[in-house]
């Protein structure tokens, strides 16, 4: 759901929605109860699903489920007008990219996004990749006059200079 302007916590976390505001941001989340209220009470029907099925049937249950709520953060998106068709979405972190969830996302978006495997991209460890690229960037583009590299007040240049690299 959106989350609600005049909180200051969302599920467990401390939020700021002025600085949200302020943005032009809208805040997107989901919750167990209220600010966490219930994580306690899923934690009881978590065990109790793993005496009676054991580890596979909770493996099982958890891909279902969270595969549920990325749909429904994306559809709450859409609803919200902050997805756009030129948009590729990131879905990272080794708890959204283990067990069946990549298959299961891409199969329910299926239902209302055209070709989903063009717009989600799984990484495990997004903040990692997006530095690589960043640092690749930055470390092949760098000169004399700007030893770091990159080419700051503009767009990225990665894409020029495979152009030039491509010719040769």
Known sequence: ???????????????????????????????????????????????????????????????EVMSNVAVELIQCAMQQDVWQDEMVIGITGRAATTGKKKELILKKLSKFIK?????????????????????????????????FGGNRGNSCIMKERQKYQNRY
Do not use: H, W, Y
Not at 117 to 145: H, Q
């Open 115 to 147: 070709d989903p495997e063009s717009k989600v991209i799984f990484a495990e460890d997004g903040l990692a990749r997006g530095a690589a690229v960043m640092s690749r960037c930055m470390n092949s583009m760098g000169c004399p006059g700007n030893p």
């Open 1 to 63: 759901m959106v989350v609600p302007k005049e909180t200051d916590s969302f599920g467990p976390f401390f939020i700021n929605t002025a600085a949200a505001k302020e943005k032009e941001f809208v805040l997107i989340g989901c919750d167990v109860g209220q600010n966490g209220s219930e994580l306690q009470k899923l934690s009881e029907i978590g065990q109790k699903i793993c005496e009676i099925g054991g580890n596979a049937a909770m493996e099982m249950l958890i891909d």
